[in-house]
């Protein structure tokens, strides 16, 4: 079993960055491919990027390209979000989440069995 620990909340201006780190409990971290999420009021949880279990491959939501970066230390046990260029709509609570051991990159939520707690994002104009 991973359990996963995001840190508090960030409130940025647009055109600011945040780093979030999200922290892993478990032995096998290093088996887990691992994605973040975001979920605004009223909206599904949707797909921001993932990055596959040995690290390398990546991939991004055509909304965040560019400007997030997923990366991770396999040593650490943590899984980094770095968000640049920050935009209003980029408001959201922010997941990260484990997929099954040793599955590629997914898409989906139903591609991940273990979450974070979930960390607010506040950009301001």
């Known amino acids: 079993q991973v359990q996963m620990v995001e840190p508090g909340g960030g409130l940025v201006q647009a055109g600011g960055s945040l780093r979030f780190p999200c922290a892993a409990s478990?032995?096998?971290?290093?088996?887990?491919?691992m994605g973040w999420f975001c979920q605004a009021p009223g909206k599904k949880r949707e797909f921001v990027t993932a990055i596959i279990w040995r690290g390398g491959t990546t991939d991004y939501a055509d909304s965040v390209k560019g400007r997030f970066t997923i990366s991770r230390d396999n040593a650490k046990n943590t899984v980094y979000l770095q968000m640049n260029s920050m935009k209003p709509e980029d408001t959201a609570v922010y997941y990260c989440g484990a997929a099954r051991q040793w599955a590629g990159i997914t898409r989906s939520t139903a591609g991940y069995v273990y979450w974070g707690q979930g960390t607010q994002v506040t950009v301001s104009s």
């Open positions: 478990g032995r096998y971290f290093t088996r887990h491919s």
